[in-house]
Every structure is written in structure tokens, then in C-alpha cells.
């Protein structure tokens, strides 16, 4: 069965310095995978997708992941973190192909933003 | 396109009671998910239909769960004789293809 492994629970960043948050995912074809941000009570936003194609991909709010299938990963990085940025954020990964594109999640990693 | 809206936000209900959860999608979209996340957790998968047919359901979905999506349209989440492991929050998204719009959720708290 397909996993998904955010290994960092919570990450606390000054603002203004680099992120990186790590996604690791287990899966038998190529996936779909996702970035999604959720603010406390809210839903998910998604940040970004990939697909196919170039394994560099922006998103909304200024970040950006690469899909890297040698490591199974897709990392999402932003050079300079604001305070808004402060949330939760998901990692996903979905079948491709087929009809069902149901989404498996990673647990999440808290971002705090120091001023 | 007003977005997924779900209702009612939040839900208080005594052990044992039902409770029902509904969401109304994006009206072109065809395909409706629900998942519940849990305190600290990631969202998990529970059912999906494509119009109104129910075409996969998880094992997390216990025979207490019963979800429809009557001409394809909105869904309802009904959990009949709650218990306090099913306070969480139900997501409700829906979709064209693999491009998800989420609603702000349902919280549900038993007590």
C-alpha cells in the first residue's frame, strides 16, 4: 500500500530565512503528488501539483518542490518564509490513471514562524 | 463558483445519536471525496463517488457510516450511534480529475 512520511512533525524558522520541507512517499507507479497548506479549522489549500513533465514546479505563495524519483521525494522549499506561512502542511500522493484519484497524506509538518 | 461548502462547521452531539453532514460540491465537478482527519494526523480517504454512484468506499468506513450523493449533486455523511472515536474533522472535496477543491470541514465533537 502507498505511504507518505513527513518526517518533521514541527519546524520553527525565523522569518525571512529558507524552508524546506521534506516529503518521502512509497508507492508502485508514478504517482500524482501534492503540496497542501491548512490553516487552523480551515480545509486544504493546494500549494502545488506534479504531474509529469519538468520535476521543478511552483506553486502558489512563492514555493516551489522537485519531484526527485531516485529519492522518492518531493521536497517543497520557499527562499524566504513570511509570517503568514504559519500553518500546517501536507504532503499527498494519488494514483495516476484510473478514475478514483483519491489522495494519500503524509501527517503533516507545523511551520512556526518566528518575527 | 462559490468553492465546496460544507455544513454545519461544527457539531456537538451526545454519545450515541446520529449525526448528518452534508457538502455541496462545485457544481461541474463529477467526481466527491470525503476524509477525516483526526488531532494531529493527515486526512484519510473514506469514500469517493462519481456522479451519484458510490464507487469505493475505506475500511475506515464502519457499518455505522452511510454517505449518498442523490442525482449527483450534494452528499450527505451520516454516522448513526456516534461513539467519542469519531470526533474529527470530515472533509468533504470534489473534483474534475485529480485537481481537488477542499470545503472548510466539518468539526465534530462527541461527547
Known amino acids: 500500500a502507498q505511504s507518505v512520511t513527513q518526517p518533521d512533525i514541527h519546524i520553527t524558522v525565523s522569518e525571512g530565512a529558507s524552508l524546506e520541507l521534506r516529503c518521502n512517499y512509497s508507492?508502485?507507479?508514478?504517482?500524482?503528488l501534492f503540496w497542501y497548506v491548512q490553516s487552523p479549522g480551515q480545509g486544504l489549500q493546494l500549494l502545488l501539483k506534479y504531474f509529469s513533465g519538468d520535476t521543478l514546479v511552483q506553486g502558489i505563495k512563492g514555493f516551489e518542490a522537485e519531484f526527485k524519483r531516485s529519492q522518492s521525494s518531493f521536497n517543497l522549499r520557499k527562499p524566504s518564509v513570511h509570517w503568514s506561512d504559519a500553518a500546517e502542511y501536507f504532503c499527498a500522493v494519488g494514483l495516476s490513471g484510473g478514475s478514483n484519484y483519491k489522495l494519500t497524506f503524509g501527517k503533516g509538518t507545523l511551520l512556526t514562524v518566528n518575527p | 463558483d462559490t468553492g465546496v461548502s460544507q455544513n454545519p462547521r461544527h457539531k456537538i452531539t451526545k454519545r450515541g445519536q446520529n449525526v448528518t453532514f452534508r457538502c455541496d460540491p462545485i457544481?461541474?465537478?463529477?467526481?466527491l471525496y470525503w476524509y477525516r482527519q483526526t488531532l494531529g494526523q493527515g486526512p484519510e480517504f473514506l469514500t469517493y463517488?462519481?456522479?451519484?454512484?458510490?464507487?469505493?468506499k475505506s475500511r475506515l468506513l464502519s457499518d455505522r457510516f452511510s454517505a449518498e450523493r442523490p442525482k449527483g449533486s450534494f452528499s450527505t455523511l451520516e454516522i448513526q450511534r456516534t461513539e467519542q472515536g469519531d470526533s474529527a474533522m470530515y472533509l468533504c472535496a470534489s473534483s474534475l480529475e485529480a485537481l481537488y477543491t477542499f470545503g472548510s470541514g466539518t468539526r465534530l465533537t462527541v461527547v
Open positions: 508507492y508502485g507507479a508514478t504517482p500524482y
Open positions: 463517488f462519481q456522479n451519484e454512484a458510490q464507487l469505493e
Open positions: 457544481s461541474e465537478h463529477n467526481r
